[in-house]
């Protein structure tokens, strides 16, 4: 997936060129070669420890497969065959004088070759030569030069680490940066999922995405609601960003201009990282694609529906709560979920996204947008036509586009 680059980010992008696409493990670092194939990295260092990591020597090949660097390329080639159109009639006159030969006109085809050494289709050309009716042969078209392919855009020199910044397995993010001693704003990415599955990795495209252009992209894992139940998932999310602001300057960033950005269940998340008078320093914006703001309308509408997705998010929401519903003893914890209700003044300018006729409503973001209004707080809610969800709904055309736009907004100079 490729989305558009606004010109106040590629302004950024531009200044930050390097000469190498690396790619490293918690461990240590490895240069990746122009072709690029799915690959990853697992483990981390501690959240006390940062993230230092050790360069070793390059290599090439494809990289352990947890979606990192995932996009490929591909030669394009062509086999031709060249046939010959058999003729009859009088043949090409040959030999001696006076002697004649006739009959149908013969012909060769051969059959194209592939070359193996380097993963391309080869484009060895059939060749065929035939004699028609008139006796005049049939020529071998050139063949066509084969298409030279072309840079890739992620910007040159980018790293890639994956750390912890915690001791749960699902406490590591992925980080992509420049490493050189410009200060850049960053942009966190957090995957949706239902509370209970999903992984940054397919966070992947996005957060190149954001790198292309320049910004230092931190994409999280979290504690899913089978790990633990609410306010886990939000906890992981500040501590996440206080480990990327603690450790800024091992990764180029600017600790104090950064957004974040969460698709469904992660953009309840991200929303609720910007509001509860939670304050964050260097917080300028959160955008929620698809974001459940208000797991009890999610309850509600989940119930008595034939709508299979929205029984399954009621569902979620119980889980994410505990296992209990909304009543009793569960009531209290029910409301530290409700976003809208924790809207206060200063909390963050956002932006959500919602499609008209999908499992989340627009609700939410009419409710979210209703409480902060109260306190003066900026929100706009965008809707889209049809059905589409979460990362679907952000790859329809102009809606990435319209979010990158906002990001730079808040976060280049000349939206500061």
């Known amino acids: 997936m490729r989305t558009g680059v606004t010109v106040g980010a590629l302004a950024l992008a531009a200044a930050m060129l ?20 799915d690959g990853g990295s697992t483990g981390g260092t501690g959240a006390a420890g940062g993230a230092a990591a050790t360069r070793t020597a390059p290599t090439t090949g494809p990289a352990a497969a947890t979606g990192m660097l995932s996009a490929t390329r591909s030669t394009v080639t062509a086999a031709r065959t ?15 004088a006076g002697t004649t030969r006739s009959g149908a006109g013969t012909t060769r085809s051969g059959t194209a070759g592939s070359r193996g050494t380097d993963g391309e289709a080869g484009s060895a050309t059939a060749r ?37 910044y ?6 590591r993010m992925d980080v992509w940066y420049q490493p050189d001693e410009i200060k850049r704003p960053a942009v966190f990415l957090i995957h949706g999922g239902w509370w209970s599955s999903g992984d940054k990795k397919y966070m992947t495209e996005i957060s190149r995405s954001y790198a292309e252009q320049g910004y230092v992209v931190f994409n999280i894992n979290y504690r899913l609601s ?20 603690r450790h800024a300057a091992l990764w180029s960033f600017d600790p104090n201009k950064y957004v974040i950005i969460g698709f469904s269940a992660g953009g309840h998340l991200a929303t609720a990282a910007g509001t509860y ?19 009890l309308t999610a309850y509600t509408e989940g119930a008595d529906t034939f709508d299979a997705n929205k029984r399954r998010l009621r569902q979620a929401a119980i889980k994410l709560a505990g296992g209990c519903e909304p009543t009793g003893r569960c009531a209290k914890v029910w409301a530290s ?64 586009e319209r979010t990158q736009q906002w990001v730079a907004q808040k976060l280049l100079p000349s939206g500061s």
């Open 18 to 37: 390097g000469p190498a696409v690396l790619h490293s493990t918690a461990h240590a670092h490895a240069i990746v070669a122009p072709t690029r194939t």
């Open 128 to 164: 065929g030569r035939g004699t028609g009716a008139t006796g005049e042969r049939i020529p071998t078209p050139t063949p066509v030069p084969t298409p030279t392919p072309q840079p890739d855009p992620l910007v040159q020199g980018t790293v890639v680490n994956t750390v912890a």
């Open 82 to 96: 060249d046939v010959s159109t058999a003729g009859s009639g009088t043949g090409t006159a040959r030999g001696g």
């Open 226 to 245: 089978g790990d633990a139940s609410w306010p886990a998932q939000r906890t992981d999310t500040f501590d996440a960003v206080a480990t990327a602001r």
């Open 277 to 295: 008078k939670s304050g964050l320093r260097g917080l300028r914006g959160v955008v929620g694609i698809s974001p459940v703001v208000s797991p």
């Open 337 to 400: 979920m409700e976003v809208p209700w924790h809207a206060s003044r200063g909390d963050a300018p956002m932006l959500v996204v919602h499609s008209e006729d999908e499992f989340v409503s627009p609700e939410h973001g009419e409710q979210l947008k209703e409480h902060l209004r109260r306190f003066g707080v900026p929100v706009t809610v965008a809707t889209e036509p049809g059905i589409e969800h979460s990362a679907p709904l952000y790859r329809l055309p102009g809606v990435a």
């Open 166 to 171: 915690g001791p749960h397995p699902r406490q």
